[in-house]
């Protein structure tokens, strides 16, 4: 037996059987810096999906930072901190002056719970309006609200899943308009048929880029259209941010800036701490204080001091590198590129995204070929290249490196991946595998 397969074995036994891995043969990483990460047996791989190191991986800038806070003090968040306090004043700038108060939590999963308990609670209503596939995160309500992954909760009836815009898939020979009317549509609807209901809309929760949706285009006025309608029945718009934020799309700090609504409730997460669990929920004074005068919301670890020291060191290096900037560019040259490869190859369908945010459609005949998109995934990995797969068909190659991602990294992805495709197998699949 290989090391690896021990390692697995071992795995299995204490972690569970089916926590999930990605690749069909693991990836055992030791060590990462930059865009770069390393397997236990010195194999280097250049790390193109992950979000969480977002200004890369041990960035020193942030390693320096966690490690001085925490030789300095580190303790739970009911102590006056100063830390604290300057990191959430420099987070907060950063929004619309509404957006101005921010509750620090340790998951994406915490805040868009807190988020939703504050809606709930501001409004006076229950209901909820969220993507038909869409995730946000782990906890008993937000698994029941979950509807692109298997959970064991039941849809809630006080929840309505509509289908957000998807023009390539859903509305082919549709015009903007027409597109606009029939996606807020469903909106619409969900919103009558929650009031009819006692509910009420207390919320729509939707990802800025609806990023586990695949990617789609964006229609131009559906999420300000949504949100509008969801306001006039006196509900909240809550983002998601977990994904997009923190510059990655390149054009804007946030996604909802593409969007151009403001919304009233903004959840964090993953890049916010280049991979210390911090995250939280950005809104107004008037109602986050209004919801802890009527609830004790503590959180041991959200917004300690640690955790605060990186979280201002991320913010520190987006501003000193200019990776928003970066990945404006880079990204653009990454779809250039890959736009060349389309001309190549024919199963690369559709390149979409924004910044360093990427999706590729994988196809058969113009067909999403879910299959063929899973045997390139593995095959980019045994190229050295790391990267992953989304969207309602299984079929989008997800690329979302760290934002310190360059043109020549680019340029290797993309050499990786013509020599992948060379060796794609040449047929149909019906998305189950064998690969
Ligand atoms: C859009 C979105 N929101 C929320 C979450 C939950 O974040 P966490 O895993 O930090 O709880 C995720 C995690 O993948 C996510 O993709």
């Known amino acids: 037996m290989t090391g690896l397969d021990h390692l697995l074995e071992r795995r299995r036994g204490v972690l569970g059987r089916n926590a999930p891995l990605f690749y069909d043969r693991p990836v055992h990483l030791v060590r990462g810096s930059g865009v770069w990460v390393e397997d236990a047996d010195g194999r280097r791989y250049l790390d193109a999906y992950n979000n969480v190191p977002h200004v890369g991986h041990c960035h020193p800038h942030v390693v320096q930072a966690v490690a001085r806070q925490a030789a300095t003090l580190n303790l739970h968040t009911r102590y006056l901190d100063g830390v604290v306090v300057d990191y959430a004043e420099r987070l907060t700038a950063r929004f619309a002056d509404s957006l101005d108060t921010a509750v620090l939590t340790c998951s994406g999963s915490e805040s868009n719970e807190l988020a939703l308990r504050m809606a709930r609670f501001a409004t006076g209503r229950r209901g909820l309006i969220v993507s038909d596939f869409s995730y946000h995160g782990n906890t008993a309500t937000l698994a029941s609200l979950t509807t692109c992954f298997p959970v064991v909760e039941e849809f809630p009836a006080s929840a309505r899943a509509v289908r957000v815009p998807d023009p390539r898939h859903d509305g082919a020979g549709l015009?903007?308009?027409?597109?606009?009317?029939?996606?807020?549509?469903?909106?619409?609807?969900?919103?009558?048929?929650?009031?009819?209901?006692?509910?009420?809309?207390?919320?729509?929760?939707?990802?800025?880029?609806?990023?586990?949706?695949?990617?789609?285009?964006?229609?131009?006025?559906?999420?300000?259209?949504?949100?509008?309608?969801?306001?006039?029945?006196?509900?909240?718009?809550?983002?998601?941010?977990?994904?997009?934020?923190?510059?990655?799309?390149?054009?804007?700090?946030?996604?909802?800036?593409?969007?151009?609504?403001?919304?009233?409730?903004?959840?964090?997460?993953?890049?916010?701490?280049?991979?210390?669990?911090?995250a939280g929920v950005v809104a107004g004074n008037e109602l986050v204080s209004a919801f802890q005068s009527a609830a004790t919301y503590f959180n041991t670890f959200g917004g300690n001091p640690v955790s605060a020291a990186a979280g201002a060191a991320v913010l520190d290096v987006l501003d000193e590198e200019g990776l928003q900037a970066n990945a404006h560019r880079v990204g653009a040259h990454l779809r250039e590129g890959l736009a060349k490869l389309?001309?190549?190859?024919?199963?690369?369908?559709?390149?979409?995204?924004?910044?360093?945010?990427?999706?590729?459609?994988?196809?058969?005949?113009?067909?999403?070929?879910?299959?063929?998109?899973?045997?390139?995934?593995?095959?980019?990995?045994?190229?050295?290249?790391?990267?992953?797969?989304?969207?309602?068909?299984?079929?989008?190659?997800?690329?979302?490196?760290?934002?310190?991602?360059?043109?020549?990294?680019?340029?290797?992805?993309?050499?990786?991946?013509?020599?992948?495709?060379?060796?794609?197998?040449?047929?149909?699949?019906?998305?189950?595998?064998?690969?």
């Open 175 to 278: 015009t903007e308009a027409e597109l606009l009317e029939r996606y807020l549509g469903e909106v619409a609807e969900a919103v009558r048929s929650l009031e009819a209901s006692g509910d009420g809309v207390g919320a729509i929760l939707i990802d800025s880029f609806f990023a586990n949706e695949g990617l789609p285009d964006a229609v131009a006025g559906y999420v300000a259209g949504a949100v509008e309608l969801v306001r006039a029945a006196g509900g909240l718009f809550i983002c998601d941010e977990v994904q997009a934020g923190f510059g990655r799309t390149g054009d804007a700090l946030w996604g909802h800036e593409l969007a151009g609504v403001t919304p009233d409730l903004v959840t964090l997460g993953k890049p916010m701490g280049n991979g210390h669990p911090i």
């Open 342 to 435: 389309a001309a190549r190859h024919e199963p690369l369908g559709d390149i979409r995204g924004r910044g360093l945010f990427v999706g590729v459609e994988i196809e058969h005949d113009g067909v999403p070929d879910a299959a063929r998109t899973a045997w390139l995934v593995n095959a980019m990995r045994d190229r050295g290249v790391l990267l992953s797969r989304i969207g309602r068909h299984d079929n989008v190659l997800k690329i979302r490196p760290p934002l310190v991602f360059a043109t020549e990294h680019a340029d290797r992805l993309l050499d990786a991946l013509d020599d992948a495709l060379d060796g794609v197998p040449d047929r149909a699949s019906d998305g189950t595998g064998p690969w």
